[in-house]
């Protein structure tokens, strides 16, 4: 596997596909319709998801791409694939309030090994290099050159002083309850993978999600958090996080610093 093709197309069709959901979340009006699980899509998950496919296709015709708004690509499996979510947080796009990203990861062995987060609203960029070490890039973004970047790391939690992120759309009672478990000097609420990269700079300790997701919405971000020394644990028996699962649902989970003293659910 060529990692540094890998990070170098991954970062430029992250970037590409920012441009293009920009332009229409900056637009006058854009159409919302519903999936069969009733959750929202917009033009703008389509045309990134098409543009991302289409460039992976050709530059890695011999991988399997799982992407979010093929469904067809869902039923199929492999052992090493790239997974892609072209607008994570299409609630936080369809209010306008920026939290949403562009998600690019390639998973080996069921462990997501590389990945670009992009947040084009925030202007934040996270990616994993060549090595898999996670790095932020400064913008202003260019798809054609790399910018200047500095590596990201998790920092050493204080267990009784813990900053803890979690959804600002998916928080409910059993998420409060869990994070009542800890002693919280700090919360902190975000969309779409931004989670997972709030704890792998330092922003955060804590990112615990009991609610579904799929495979798509977590591989960038966890690459992305791995990479920078942090982990992702199931949420019921704190085993191995685990990608290439049946239908690329995950069940919930905990990311976070090591030296977090993770409690039981």
């Known amino acids: 596997m060529d990692y540094q093709e890998i990070a170098t197309v991954f970062r430029k069709l992250a970037i590409e596909a920012g441009d293009i959901i920009m332009e229409i979340y900056n637009s006058d009006d854009f159409e919302v319709k519903s999936k069969s699980d009733n959750s929202p899509v917009t033009e703008a998950d389509e045309a990134a998801d098409a543009h991302i496919a289409a460039g992976l296709a050709k530059a890695f015709p011999n991988i399997l791409v799982v992407t979010e708004e093929q469904a067809a690509s869902h039923a199929e499996s492999a052992d090493t694939f790239i997974i892609v979510d072209p607008l994570d947080g299409t609630k936080e796009f369809v209010k306008r309030r920026g939290d949403f990203t562009v998600n690019i990861a390639l998973v080996e062995a069921g462990v997501p090994v590389r990945g670009v ?15 898999g070490a ?10 054609e050159k790399q910018g200047l970047t500095k590596p990201i790391s998790v920092k050493t939690p204080d267990n009784d002083a813990l900053i803890v992120v979690a959804s600002k759309s998916h928080r409910d009672q059993a998420t409060d309850d869990y994070i009542n478990k800890y002693n919280v000097a700090d919360m902190t609420g975000a969309g779409s993978s931004l989670k997972f990269c709030l704890v792998a700079t330092g922003e ?16 960038a971000g966890d690459a992305v958090l791995r990479g920078a020394g942090g982990s992702v644990v199931r949420f019921d028996d704190h085993s191995v996080f685990t990608y290439g699962k049946p239908i690329y649902e995950n069940p919930f989970f905990i990311a976070y610093a090591p030296g977090v003293e993770l409690k039981q659910a």
């Open 117 to 131: 987060v992009y947040a084009p609203a925030k202007e934040r960029l996270f990616i994993t290099d060549a090595s």
């Open 134 to 143: 996670s790095f932020e890039e400064a913008g202003p973004f260019d798809p």
């Open 204 to 219: 955060a300790d804590l990112y615990p999600r009991l609610g579904r997701t799929m495979e798509w919405d977590t591989a």
